[in-house]
């Protein structure tokens, strides 16, 4: 393990408890709020704010024209084509098991994007924890698809509902690994901001458009326990989640960042236990006993298998790059 990943240690474990805390919030807001509403306010404050206090902090963003392309797409991924499904389909899916199925799929889509965009180099645990992961996933959901075939309209809706989780693990892993560059040469506080605002107003406006009551939750007449649901998700989902994740991810890189998903979903699972009522069967735990195990081959990958980043190459007088010495 690198002195660096070391040095996040805590970020890694803070992230990993309050990701896995926040499915609590998200199922407790869309029982009462419209999803799409209730994610795209959430995300717009919180990126508002963050891009205020790093105007305070006199950390400004300090994109060119040229990376603001990204920038857009970095945030229509990671937030407007990731929460938007995932909170539209958690309407018919309890949070733990929503919350295993996203967070299991996050660490193989950044693996795979990472490896198809040169971020990192193959590695043999690297394929044992995408195995492992999708052995998990059969075991949990080869019921609930084949449960289609019985043509209950509920199994449907459930079905169509992991795909849409299903479908934003992996809209989230490409933005995260899209992301890596900016991240090198701007504050990870300043891009969770930009993203966060950006990709809240698009989800905002789809919801203002489409759904029906969304106009009725402009008024904020949602009840004490939805307002605190969505207070908890912009304070520690976004303002404090979403920037230590960036900073994981321009320090310790896609695969190790996102094995942060292979330790959440125990959180959420145990939460849902406890203040849902949400059963947790033999199966469930035999399943996230494989997640464990794939977690683990990710944070044990050798450091070799990360690429240099740019900052880590510096330039001889006659323009040659030589690689800087680890610390």
Same mark, same amino acid.
């Given at each position: 393990?690198?002195?660096? $990943?070391?040095?996040?240690?805590?970020?890694? *474990?803070?992230?990993c408890?309050?990701?896995?805390?926040?499915?609590?919030?998200?199922?407790?807001?869309?029982?009462?709020?419209?999803?799409?509403?209730f994610?795209g306010?959430?995300?717009?404050?919180a990126?508002?704010?963050? @891009?205020?206090i790093?105007?305070?902090?006199r950390?400004?963003?300090g994109?060119?024209?040229?990376q603001?392309? #990204?920038?857009?797409?970095?945030?229509?991924?990671?937030? %407007?084509?990731?929460y938007?499904p995932?909170f539209?389909?958690?309407?018919? *899916?309890?949070?733990?098991?929503?919350?295993?199925?996203?967070? %299991?799929?996050?660490?193989?889509a950044?693996?795979?994007?990472a490896? !198809? @965009?040169?971020?990192? #180099?193959?590695?043999?645990?690297?394929?044992?924890?995408?195995?492992?992961?999708?052995?998990?996933l059969g075991l949990?959901?080869?019921?609930?698809?084949m449960? #289609?075939?019985?043509?209950?309209?509920?199994?449907?809706?459930?079905?169509?509902?992991?795909?849409?989780?299903?479908a934003?693990? $992996?809209?989230?892993?490409?933005?995260?690994?899209?992301?890596k560059?900016?991240l #090198?040469?701007?504050?990870?506080?300043?891009?969770?901001?930009?993203?966060?605002?950006?990709?809240?107003?698009?989800?905002?406006?789809?919801?203002?458009?489409?759904?029906?009551?969304?106009?009725?939750?402009? /008024?904020?007449r949602?009840?004490?326990g939805p307002?605190?649901?969505?207070?908890? !998700?912009v304070?520690?989902? %976004?303002?404090?989640? /979403?920037?230590?994740?960036?900073?994981?991810?321009r320090?310790?890189g896609?695969?190790k960042?996102?094995?942060?998903a292979?330790?959440?979903?125990?959180?959420?699972?145990?939460l849902g236990?406890?203040?849902l009522?949400e059963e947790?069967?033999?199966?469930?735990?035999?399943a996230?006993?494989?997640?464990?195990?794939?977690?683990? @081959?990710?944070?044990?990958a050798?450091?070799? %298998?990360?690429?240099?980043?740019?900052?880590?190459?510096?330039? @001889?007088?006659?323009?040659?790059?030589?690689?800087?010495?680890r610390?």
């Amino acid at each position: 393990m690198r002195p660096v $990943f070391k040095s996040r240690m805590f970020d890694f *474990v803070l992230l990993c408890l309050i990701w896995g805390s926040t499915w609590i919030a998200i199922k407790a807001g869309i029982h009462s709020v419209p999803p799409m509403f209730f994610a795209g306010s959430r995300f717009t404050v919180a990126g508002i704010l963050l @891009l205020l206090i790093g105007t305070v902090r006199r950390e400004p963003l300090g994109l060119t024209l040229a990376q603001l392309p #990204r920038l857009l797409v970095i945030s229509l991924l990671m937030i %407007s084509l990731c929460y938007g499904p995932l909170f539209w389909g958690m309407q018919y *899916v309890n949070s733990g098991t929503a919350a295993v199925l996203e967070l %299991s799929l996050t660490p193989i889509a950044l693996m795979c994007f990472a490896l !198809l @965009l040169g971020e990192e #180099r193959w590695q043999p645990s690297k394929a044992g924890a995408i195995a492992l992961g999708v052995m998990g996933l059969g075991l949990l959901y080869g019921p609930e698809a084949m449960s #289609r075939a019985t043509g209950d309209a509920t199994a449907g809706q459930r079905l169509w509902g992991i795909i849409a989780i299903a479908a934003a693990a $992996f809209t989230y892993g490409l933005g995260s690994v899209l992301a890596k560059p900016l991240l #090198r040469e701007h504050p990870p506080f300043q891009i969770a901001g930009a993203t966060t605002a950006i990709g809240g107003l698009f989800l905002l406006c789809y919801s203002l458009l489409v759904e029906d009551a969304a106009w009725i939750a402009v /008024y904020g007449r949602w009840g004490v326990g939805p307002w605190l649901a969505w207070g908890f !998700l912009v304070l520690f989902g %976004s303002l404090i989640g /979403y920037t230590i994740f960036m900073r994981l991810l321009r320090d310790i890189g896609p695969s190790k960042a996102g094995s942060y998903a292979f330790v959440s979903p125990i959180v959420a699972v145990l939460l849902g236990e406890v203040w849902l009522g949400e059963e947790v069967s033999l199966l469930d735990l035999a399943a996230m006993t494989l997640m464990m195990m794939a977690a683990y @081959l990710a944070l044990r990958a050798e450091d070799s %298998s990360a690429l240099p980043a740019k900052d880590a190459m510096e330039d @001889l007088p006659d323009g040659r790059p030589v690689r800087k010495p680890r610390r």
